[in-house]
């Protein structure tokens, strides 16, 4: 049973005032995410992630489709004791100090009275605000309301946690930490799904992604495999390289950079295979340094599959607006 | 029930670290020691006068607790956003709505009962320093219990308003629901003419608009006994509960509207 199912999941949105027009901002979306694992949600802004979110935290209510979390539905209040939900740019009550928001929210949570006081204090020295634990919030940094926020998602040791942007308005340390802390929860058998537009930290976390743009899922998969979706050639580093000997190499490579003492960044095509290369590099007694596939990054690929993804809509509202005529 | 009793301990606590209650009790207590500074100039009338500004200060404080608090307690934690965070507890959206509720009550239960003593307090001053037989001529005791039937239906009242200003928040903005909430509780006051409305008009439609308004707003002007009860006049239990149990019932069907309302709504 995957720790989250969702199918078919659409929400569309009332655009206009005097006529409103329907604005789908989830488009079918169908994902599973298995027990224990740390899922990256992909997407530029505005491409339905924060939706997707609220939806399966029933802040806003499904148009069509459905979702279940432990192999319950969404709807089902008994289940949020055993899940953990960061929203993005998380607010809380000002007037409040750290210790008494985590306090309020683990008695809603039911955490037993005996535990407390002491899972609270543990969490926010876990976050790092061990000192800062009877300030009020209006007091605290945007970074300071995060970790809170982190914090607050984890009070019921759930079994999964929703991350909505959790590094939003982190410092670089901040950043780390919380890094160190999803890989934590990850060792501890918790799955982790959270959504991100910074690709680095879901190169750093995640064993799979999805990649949403435009509201609709445009690809899915293990990190290593979209990664590894397309080798686009092949990159040299040469040394003692002869001005002739580059000469040769120039019409197979797609792009030679010097980079200073007779040393040659050179890429090669993927038509053009080491192998072939290799001799002529060795006849003109040039030595290699190092031999990398060129890979595609994730970065490389969100770009390329969000422009994709971009086209196609615009294609479809071409399109639709053809057929309305 | 667990839920509902913290949510309702928050909203108490966001209130008294809020400064405005203290300020009204405080404002609230200065004019029930004018009215007694006014009751020195009034010789045997003194003691009325205190229990009619003291009720009717009672009254108008809780008014304002109860439209400035009122209104906020759904609407500002969805413009703050920490309504998410909340709503991803183990709660359900109708618990949410009896939290707040029960927590603005409880607020409002501590300032009507501060007032009340406040008032006990100067009565009893008033009643220890008057000859004896300017005592004789008054209608009722100086501290005369049946002033707490007078604060009963006081608090009732306000509760009435806190449900139409939840109701309110509910769906629109601070100022619409303020704007709303003290139009109501107005229309309230002189709901009773409505009822009557067909001894001065002769269109059966606007009798029947006026018919369908008197049973659709609430009758405020019947939780006002503050003249009998100055008077000494009685106020029976038989009306008393049956006012009250009409409080009920109107606060009742406000918050399941709110909660009905509410439970539907996104938080985009």
Not at chain 1, 74 to 82: E, K, L, P, Y
Not at chain 1, 131 to 142: D, M, N, W, Y
Not at chain 2, 203 to 221: E, I, M, Q, T
Request: proline residues 5%.
């Amino acid at each position: 049973m995957p720790a989250i199912h969702i199918e078919e999941l659409t929400k569309e949105y009332a655009v206009g005032f005097w006529r409103p027009r329907p604005y789908r901002a989830l488009d079918r979306l169908t994902l599973a995410i298995d027990s224990g694992e740390v899922f990256g949600f992909l997407g530029p802004n505005g491409a339905g992630k924060t939706t997707t979110l609220k939806l399966l935290m029933q802040l806003i209510f499904p148009t069509s489709g459905r979702a279940e979390i432990l192999g319950r539905p969404i709807g089902d209040v008994a289940t949020r004791r055993r899940i953990g939900y960061l929203p993005e740019n998380p607010s809380f009550y000002d007037y409040l100090t750290a210790e008494e928001l985590l306090t309020y929210f683990a008695q809603l949570l039911d955490v037993p009275a005996r535990d407390r006081k002491r899972r609270v204090s543990d969490l926010l020295d876990t976050v790092g605000l061990g000192r800062e634990r009877r300030f009020q919030l209006r007091k605290f940094s945007k970074g300071m309301i995060q970790r809170v926020g982190i914090a607050q998602a984890l009070l019921n040791e759930p079994e999964v946690i929703f991350l909505d942007e959790p590094m939003s308005g982190l410092d670089p340390l901040g950043r780390r930490d919380v890094r160190a802390l999803i890989l934590d929860l990850r060792d501890q058998g918790r799955t982790v799904f959270f959504s991100s537009h910074i690709l680095a930290d879901a190169e750093a976390l995640c064993s799979r992604v999805a990649v949403v743009a435009a509201g609709r899922l445009v690809a899915t998969g293990r990190l290593n495999e979209l990664a590894e979706f397309r080798i686009r050639g092949w990159e040299l580093v040469v040394a003692n390289l002869s001005p002739a000997a580059l000469e040769s190499l120039r019409p197979a490579a797609t792009r030679a950079i010097e980079i200073g003492s007779g040393r040659y960044t050179i890429e090669l095509p993927l038509s053009e295979t080491p192998e072939q290369v290799l001799p002529a590099i060795a006849a003109a007694g040039a030595s290699v340094v190092s031999l990398n596939p060129l890979r595609e990054t994730l970065e490389d690929f969100f770009v390329q599959r969000i422009a994709e993804a971009g086209a196609r809509t615009r294609g479809d509202a071409v399109a639709g607006g053809h057929a309305g005529r | 029930m667990r839920a509902v009793r913290y949510i309702a301990i928050n909203v108490f606590r966001e209130s008294v670290r809020d400064r405005v209650p203290y300020n009204l009790v405080l404002f609230a207590m200065l004019l029930i020691g004018a009215s007694y500074l006014l009751g020195q100039l009034t010789a045997g009338q003194d003691v009325k006068i205190i229990k009619d500004l003291g009720l009717a200060a009672i009254s108008v404080f809780g008014l304002f607790i109860a439209i400035f608090i009122g209104i906020g307690l759904v609407s500002k934690e969805v413009e703050r956003r920490s309504i998410y965070a909340l709503l991803a507890k183990p709660i359900s959206r109708p618990q949410f709505i009896a939290g707040k509720y029960a927590g603005l009550t409880l607020t409002l239960l501590v300032n009507v009962a501060v007032m009340t003593a406040a008032l006990y307090a100067v009565l009893a001053y008033m009643t220890w320093v008057t000859p004896a037989h300017i005592k004789a001529g008054w209608e009722a005791p100086g501290v005369d219990p049946v002033l707490l039937k007078a604060t009963l239906l006081i608090f009732v009242e306000l509760m009435i308003v806190t449900a139409v200003a939840l109701f309110f928040s509910t769906f629109s903005s601070p100022i619409l629901s303020a704007a709303l909430t003290f139009a109501l509780y107005v229309a309230g006051q002189f709901n009773t003419d409505l009822k009557n409305f067909d001894q001065v008009v002769e269109s059966k439609a606007a009798v029947w608009l006026a018919r369908g308004l008197y049973h659709l707003l609430p009758d405020l002007s019947a939780f006002d006994v503050k003249l009998q009860v100055v008077h000494g006049l009685p106020v029976p239990a038989g009306y008393l509960a049956a006012t009250a149990g009409y409080g009920a019932l109107y606060i009742a069907a406000l918050l399941i509207a709110a909660t009905l309302i509410f439970s539907r709504r996104d938080f985009k």
